[in-house]
């Protein structure tokens, strides 16, 4: 490239790094000589220095959006949220455009909505029976489950006409925030084009018929928007702060997901030690909703629905692993089969060994947090009964059947990809990138349409209800075929 192309390369890398590692000369010095190699042009061993004083010149820019904490000791900075259109502006854009993705995926959720399994039979039928915040705190599955119980809470309040359109939006919103986030300040690290890849895979990933809008399946998205908080920058206000507190809390007592969050705020934690960035309340509190969450899966009854894992040996466990994850992730389900097979599955299986290793021993704290999720949770499905992973949750680990329950591990794995393409593949040519965006484009498109929501339609369970006697039991029939629920007349 030429020197001004070459520039303006090495200010766009500056520039993705997050504030506070571009504050000083010493830091500008590091970073040149770091990504040196990797621009191509000029005469290699003056490269250094000339582009140590391009990214020096960025330094003012810097100092200006800094400013003393007024509450903090000497040496402590604050760092000013960065002016419109940097702040929000592309978050509002990719909360429509993934709006509008989702509905396109299946139209009938918003033009016929259905309460879907749990979201009736459990979490309405309750807040419904005893009342909206008589449950709130009730364990289910072994373990808390405050997100949909706090919904329906709201959604009993509603005429029961509208409850279907309400857990449908609250699931599409849900989902919608995660790209939001991810396109907000607070990721200045991530270059666009990776934010890109990233948020198009989380809305496009194939097999998400069971879990694309919906109350009950809410913790999966819960916990990968905790997940990206731990990955973000600090947080620069108190509405993000606030922001960052109130993810917690809800996804840390929603489901055990919080448990796999947990080595990456470890990392975090570590990497961050002695430096204002480091939030060891935030890690307090995220190990103490774990060991809740992890207390109360241990006193559950397992005699209801366990899995039993015994007759599972590691051949197996490796071809769930290439076909549901390695592959399966770019992949329909109905192919696992195939790609289940040994002489398939376990040459993937090395690969993909071998790219998680290379992401541990090569990666930042962020890489090794993330490359570390999807291996701990499919282990932690096939041989952890006790963590209370029941058959309706994890059967499709186990290659049972009802795809769609791979929404975090699938996310991880491809998230790992990135950062290895990242790491150990930086010259890639624009040919390269664009055959790989292509066929991964190509795989996921087979299954953009997923099937209607099938079940009666609500309108009749409506009228079932309102022509029964006040006290008297009403089963419901709801989706998906089999599902019903039980309300008490009131």
Known sequence: MDKDAAEREAIRLWHNLPVQDRLTRGQASAFAHMIAPT????????????????IAKELPR?????????????????????????????????????????????????????????DGAVWFADAYNFGPWAPLLTPHAGYLQLF??????????????????????????????????????????????AKVAVTAYFLLMPNLAEVHANIQNTSWYLGLYLLAVVLADPPRSRRWQFHDWVVLLIAGTTGPL???????????????????????????VALALSTLQMFLLLLSDKSTGALSLAGTDAVTALQIFASRVALGFLTPARWSTVLGAQTIALPVVAAAAAIIVAVLVRGNWKARGV????????????????????????????????????????????????????????????????????????????????????????????QMVQAAPVGETVVVPISPPGWQMALIKH
Do not use: H
């Open 39 to 54: 621009i191509d042009f000029g005469e290699p061993d003056k490269r250094a220095k000339l582009i140590e004083g391009w």
């Open 62 to 118: 810097t100092d200006a959006a800094l400013t003393l904490s007024a509450g903090g000791g000497p040496g402590q900075l604050r760092l000013a949220p960065p002016a419109w259109p940097q702040r929000e502006g592309a978050s509002a854009i990719a909360f429509v455009i993934s709006l509008l993705i989702m509905i396109a995926r299946r139209p009938d959720i918003v033009a016929d909505a259905r309460l879907w399994a749990e």
């Open 148 to 193: 949909p119980r706090l919904s329906f809470a709201v959604a009993a309040v509603l005429p029961l006409q509208a409850v279907p359109a309400f857990a449908v939006w609250v699931g599409l919103l849900l989902r919608a925030a995660l790209p939001a986030y991810v396109f907000s300040s607070r990721f200045s690290w991530i270059d666009w084009r």
């Open 258 to 284: 919080v448990l796999f969050v947990l080595p990456c705020l470890g990392l975090r934690t570590l990497a961050q030690r002695g430096t204002p960035a480091v939030r060891l309340p935030f890690a307090a």
């Open 371 to 462: 490359g570390v999720i999807a291996p701990l949770i499919v282990l932690a499905a096939l041989y952890t009964p006790l963590l209370g992973f029941v058959r309706t949750q994890w059967r499709p680990l186990l290659g049972i059947d009802e795809p769609g329950y791979y929404v975090v591990t699938n996310m991880a794995w491809a998230s790992t990809l990135i950062f290895f393409a990242a790491l150990l593949l930086p010259r890639l040519s624009s040919f390269a990138l664009a055959a790989i965006v292509g066929v991964c484009g190509f795989l996921i498109l087979f299954e953009f349409t997923l099937p209607p929501v099938q079940g009666p339609a609500f309108g009749q369970q409506v």
